[in-house]
């Protein structure tokens, strides 16, 4: 199917595991996000990525690893998550400064 | 540093009214890009409108429509005849040329009253 989709959609792990969650795009698109959105905080930016191997960091970068070999996936990394990483994950992709497509989400919890 | 405020957390209005949402902006680059997006319960994101900074018409679409004030940074969406559809979460957000980095504000909830 066309669009962005991530999986998993939920997620629940353990203080200290290591998780990934994973974002697929169709359309080719150059720019990528990570985001997590959380409750008077809105949505912050994790990390971006302007092309394949080409990746920086956002507001909220730490205990977060990301990769992008291939332009269609961006793969988010918890090296070893927290419980203060318990959110709802977003994934976007956009082609230049236009408009942003998003994912569904991944509900993320960790207990 | 590039940042969006949005400074109401929660919005009421009732159906086929008007309401107005506020947002501000700060960033050092000329080239710059401004957009809101809306928010359902279904968590899915969607774009309202899309406004270029080097443009000074302000952007309509449909019953949305923005005042952009670029002097004073600030950028607010205008929401006529309102639905019990718009009932939603809105984010403000901006994207610079320079650093392609695509920031959002913190959102304000807006419920829309039958």
């Known amino acids: 199917d066309a669009g962005i989709t991530q999986s998993p959609r939920y997620k629940i792990t353990e203080t200290g595991r290591q998780v990934t969650l994973m974002c697929h795009q169709t359309?080719?698109?150059?720019?990528m996000f990570w985001y997590r959105q959380d409750l008077g905080h809105g949505l912050r930016l994790i990390y971006y990525?302007?092309?394949?191997?080409?990746?920086d960091k956002g507001e909220v970068p730490d205990g977060y690893v990301v990769s992008r070999s291939k332009t269609e996936n961006f793969p988010l990394t918890l090296e070893s998550a927290t419980r203060s990483q318990t959110s709802v994950y977003f994934c976007?992709?956009?082609?230049?400064?236009?408009?942003?497509?998003f994912g569904q989400g991944t509900r993320l919890t960790v207990v | 540093a590039q940042t969006v405020t949005q400074s109401q957390p929660e919005m009421s209005v009732q159906e086929a009214e008007t309401v107005t949402l506020s947002c501000t902006y700060d960033?050092?680059?000329?080239?710059?890009?401004l957009f809101w997006y809306k928010q359902p319960p279904s968590r899915q994101m969607i774009l309202v409108i899309r406004?270029?900074?080097?443009?000074?018409q302000n952007a309509t679409e449909n019953r949305f429509s923005v005042n952009f004030q670029k002097a004073a940074k600030s950028f607010s969406l205008k929401i006529s005849d309102s639905q019990l559809g718009d009932t939603a979460m809105y984010f403000c957000?901006?994207?610079?040329?320079?650093?392609?980095?695509?920031?959002f504000g913190t959102g304000t909830r807006l419920k829309v009253l039958a």
């Open positions: 957000a901006s994207i610079t040329s320079g650093t392609y980095k695509y920031i």
């Open positions: 960033t050092s680059e000329n080239n710059y890009y």
């Open positions: 406004q270029e900074a080097y443009k000074q």
């Open positions: 990525s302007a092309a394949a191997d080409i990746t």
């Open positions: 976007a992709s956009s082609w230049d400064r236009s408009e942003a497509f």
């Open positions: 359309w080719s698109h150059s720019y």
